[in-house]
């Protein structure tokens, strides 16, 4: 008969020894006569056991601490699901002894990024999750990291100088790619292209890099392409300054919005009764969903903040519980959201 799970004792009776010394042989601690050893390493290899990592965790009392470091969700949406990420993988793995906490910035403010970073820092956790913004501010805190000792995990965003850093998230040039592959097969010929930003974040020029790259490549590419940056801190400027980019540019008909903001240049075209442009965005905030099923936008490329969270959080407890190896980078597949697929993902 096949046992599934074996108690010391029991191993200590097919061996024929004491439950003291099976201990001592399964945790490596103190002495066991050559005699004993070997009874028991045989009657291990004959039931094939596997010690239990989390138990032998929970016995010592060890506690692992992770200090996430994220934007605020609370003032900017795209945020939420990354923190229902980490929430749930925290519900997950908090009974075993992973003691997770959350610090907030604000994704609009670089010393209220400074500030709670500091804080994430000072008391020395285990490892350091952070989903950057700020690029030179981030590089201010890597190094204090590297200072300190504590390893860093990145999601969402990469530090480019930082390339020996865990990294979560979606491989973003080649984003940019899957976006102007999209581009190319819904515009004209000779359709002119804007490449918009709105609120600009190092990241996105990543995927700006990717979009042009793939037009480059293309002999017959005759779209003039332009990039143009907006800040939406004050929503009737910020219309205003898309009317006024729009007169300046009547060629361009087709527009790619490198962050979840896609919403906002479809409200601004519909105060400007514009409803000819071609957009592509990110991510599966409501109003984009609302605009996608209206047809106002044409793809969303799904960024799976929530994913990327909950499997950095998964990948730090598994290497803390079970002593499984970091991947340098993980990348996630990029899915492309239409009016047809889009209820699957909500």
């Known amino acids: 008969m096949i046992k599934e799970k074996y108690t010391i004792k029991d191993i200590a009776q097919m061996a024929g020894v004491s439950k003291g010394t099976v201990d001592r042989v399964l945790h490596k601690r103190g002495k066991v006569s050559k005699n004993a050893f070997e009874k028991v390493d045989k009657v291990l290899k004959e039931i094939d056991y596997k010690p239990n990592p989390i138990a032998r965790n929970l016995k010592k009392n060890k506690t692992y601490s992770i200090h996430v470091l994220l934007p605020d969700p609370n003032k900017d949406p795209y945020w939420i699901p990354a923190y229902e990420g980490v929430v749930e993988a925290s519900n997950q793995f908090t009974p075993f002894g992973i003691l997770i906490k959350k610090f907030f910035y604000d994704p609009t403010d670089k010393s209220s990024f400074m500030g709670q970073s500091h804080e994430a820092i000072i008391s020395q956790p285990?490892?350091?999750?952070m989903a950057p913004i700020f690029e030179n501010e981030s590089q201010v805190v890597l190094g204090q990291c590297c200072v300190a000792k504590i390893p860093v995990v990145l999601f969402n965003n990469h530090i480019n100088c930082f390339k020996e850093q865990i990294f979560i998230g979606q491989d973003l040039n080649q984003s940019g790619r899957v976006a102007a592959s999209l581009m190319e097969k819904i515009i004209g010929k000779n359709d002119g292209i804007a490449i918009i930003?709105?609120?600009?974040?190092?990241?996105?020029?990543?995927?700006?890099?990717?979009?042009?790259?793939f037009f480059t490549e293309k002999s017959d590419n005759n779209h003039i392409m332009v990039s143009k940056t907006f800040n939406s801190a004050e929503e009737n400027v910020f219309k205003h300054e898309v009317s006024q980019f729009i007169k300046s540019n009547p060629?361009?008909?087709?527009?790619?919005?490198t962050n979840s903001k896609a919403y906002m240049l479809v409200?601004?075209?519909?105060?400007?009764?514009?409803?000819?442009?071609?957009?592509?965005?990110?991510?599966?905030?409501?109003?984009?969903?609302?605009?996608?099923?209206?047809?106002d936008i044409?793809?969303?490329?799904?960024?799976?903040?929530?994913?990327?969270?909950?499997?950095s959080v998964n990948y730090l407890a598994e290497h803390f519980l079970f002593g499984k190896p970091l991947p340098p980078h993980e990348f996630l597949p990029i899915d492309v959201i239409t009016t047809e697929n889009a209820h699957y993902y909500l």
């Open 126 to 129: 285990d490892v350091l999750l």
């Open 197 to 213: 930003h709105i609120n600009k974040e190092p990241h996105m020029q990543t995927k700006e890099n990717g979009f042009i790259e």
């Open 251 to 257: 060629k361009i008909s087709a527009f790619f919005v």
């Open 267 to 295: 409200e601004a075209f519909q105060d400007l009764n514009k409803d000819d442009g071609i957009i592509i965005g990110y991510d599966l905030l409501k109003p984009n969903i609302k605009y996608l099923k209206q047809g």
């Open 298 to 311: 044409k793809f969303l490329i799904h960024q799976k903040p929530k994913r990327q969270a909950f499997l």
